[in-house]
């Protein structure tokens, strides 16, 4: 997968074996080429993760040599047609040479030229008709985006609410109540609490200002049990029993806002601009 906390679940979700191999892309590159995976500078944006991060492997002179029989690639709209080139060709060739690829294109918020059509005929091609995460109500609302309709078993869930904000002040107002209303009222683990932004500055700033006394954390804090929050983009491919999606963007991207919205498992609440108001039930 192309995410850090994604590789970092699905680690946690496998039986360790010598000879299974699991992280992200880039990291795992590096490590099985025995180089150390560079630190990217202050000012890195989407070149530098996409292109020159792969340029610096491919100046080492020191070759990835491990072969594998089956590679199998999670999120595979993030990966860039020359990414999964660049797998295929560490199938071993006298391996069963499978390599599986799991891919929602209707969230490919990076943009990096994926297509299934770009696979070739010799890939099989599985349609997931079911969603198997969502409550009916949370299912139901992610179907014009390009979701699918909840499995006949899964509950029908709370309503989804939409809280309308304008500021970042108002924002952190409505997140400690939001809050409250998810640990106090409702007894809900802060561990099992997703908040998600649209950008940066927001989810700086939520982790800084610990909206209603709640210490709202990265990723890599979430074994402390609190809260995880990050942006969207990061956390895509994850989810958590109740998301609360905040964002001062009334122009947030439909495939964004289809990502960070699917999250939810049973309760999903959402703090944004009234132009926002249009795609929630009222």
């Not at 802060?190 to 909206?211: E, G, M, Y």
Request: charge should be negative; include cysteine; proline fraction near 5%.
């Amino acid at each position: 997968c192309y995410n850090e906390p994604i590789a970092d679940w699905i680690k946690e979700s496998v039986i360790s074996h010598e000879l299974l191999t699991v992280g992200s892309f880039q990291k795992t590159l590096f490590n099985l080429a025995g180089l150390d995976t560079p630190i990217p500078p202050d000012n890195a944006d989407s070149h530098w993760w996409e292109n020159t991060i792969f340029e610096v492997l491919h100046q080492e002179s020191n070759p990835i040599q491990q072969k594998f029989d089956t590679i199998i690639i999670d999120e595979g709209q993030d990966f860039s047609p020359e990414w999964i080139v660049m797998l295929e060709s560490m199938l071993d060739a006298n391996g069963p040479k499978k390599l599986f690829l799991i891919a929602d294109p209707d969230q490919m918020i990076f943009e990096r030229g994926f297509s299934s059509h770009l696979l070739g005929p010799d890939f099989v091609r599985i349609d997931l008709a079911l969603n198997c995460r969502n409550t009916h109500r949370i299912a139901d609302l992610i179907l014009p985006y390009g979701g699918k309709p909840a499995v006949s078993s899964a509950l029908d869930g709370e309503k989804v609410k939409f809280f309308e904000i304008e500021t970042e002040d108002e924002a952190l107002t409505e997140i400690a109540e939001r809050l409250d209303e998810l640990v106090i009222k409702k007894s809900l683990e802060p561990r099992n609490i997703l908040l998600l932004t649209a950008h940066t500055k927001l989810r700086d700033l939520i982790r800084d200002q610990h909206p209603g006394g709640y210490a709202c954390q990265a990723w890599e804090n979430r074994y402390e049990g609190e809260i995880v929050c990050e942006t969207i983009s990061r956390i895509k491919g994850l989810e958590r029993h109740a998301v609360i999606l905040a964002t001062t963007d009334s122009s947030i991207d439909q495939k964004l806002l289809y990502v960070g919205i699917s999250r939810a498992i049973s309760s999903l609440a959402v703090i944004g601009p009234k132009e926002l108001k249009l795609h929630f039930p009222q």
